[in-house]
Each structure stands twice: as structure tokens, then as C-alpha cells.
Nanobody, 124 residues
Framework: QVQLVESGGGLVQAGGSLRLSCAAS????????MGWFRQAPGKEREFVAA????????TYADSVKGRFTISRDKSRNTVYLQMNSLKPDDTAVYSC?????????????????WGRGTQVTVSS
């Protein structure tokens, strides 16, 4: 099991940037996939991005492609989500998650470990 703690959320104007961090306690197995999800008020949780811890391969939701970048720092056991050109529609609680998998996982229900989330608010 992996404990995850997010940070870096906040209030930003439209067009601005934020970088979220997800620190994992313990050693992440090389077969883990790390994901970012978000949930806006009154909406279902949605997939944002995922990365293979071993290979570094990435997958993005169409709504964030070209604006968001997921990355990792193995030495720090940390996953990042760089968010640029933010829009009011990006306002949500962002959570990171982990799952033991050799292939990309896009559905939240399959992730086994979750952080508590961090609020991102984008003003117009």
C-alpha cells in the first residue's frame, strides 16, 4: 500500500499555471501506474492524466492535452502535474492515485491508493 499526499493547489486566474505535487510514502513498485483525477462540484470524478512509474509513458484526457503535463521524480517518490493555460472549467479537487498495473488505467475504480486531494480554483 502507498500513502499519497497532494499539495500545490490554490486560486489562480484564467490563463495562469499551477504545479501539483503528489508525494508517496514508501517505495513505489516499478509496476505502479500513477494517475491524476479531478472532481468538480456536482460532477463525477474524471480522469486527467496517468504515468507509468517504470517507463514514464503518459496518457492524458482530451480536455487537458497540450496544457497539462504529468511527470515524476523517482528520487523524491513524487509525481507532478504541471497545469498551464488554466480555464475556469479546470476548477476541481485534484487527487492523485496509484495502482499496481503493467498497463495504463483510466478508470478511478481500479486505483487502489488515493490521496485526499487538493483544491484548484480558476477564476475568470
Amino acid at each position: 500500500q502507498v500513502q499519497l499526499v497532494e499539495s500545490g493547489g490554490g486560486l489562480v486566474q484564467a490563463g495562469g499555471s499551477l504545479r501539483l505535487s503528489c508525494a508517496a510514502s514508501g517505495r513505489i513498485s516499478t509496476n505502479y501506474y500513477m494517475g491524476w483525477f479531478r472532481q468538480a462540484p456536482g460532477k463525477e470524478r474524471e480522469f486527467v492524466a496517468a504515468m507509468s512509474w517504470m517507463w514514464g509513458s503518459t496518457t492524458y484526457a482530451d480536455s487537458v492535452k497540450g496544457r497539462f503535463t504529468i511527470s515524476r521524480d523517482k528520487s523524491r517518490n513524487t509525481v507532478y502535474l504541471q497545469m498551464n493555460s488554466l480555464k475556469p472549467d479546470d476548477t476541481a479537487v485534484y487527487s492523485c492515485a496509484a495502482v499496481l498495473s503493467a498497463t495504463v488505467v483510466l478508470t478511478a475504480e481500479r486505483y487502489t491508493d488515493w490521496g485526499r486531494g487538493t483544491q484548484v480554483t480558476v477564476s475568470s
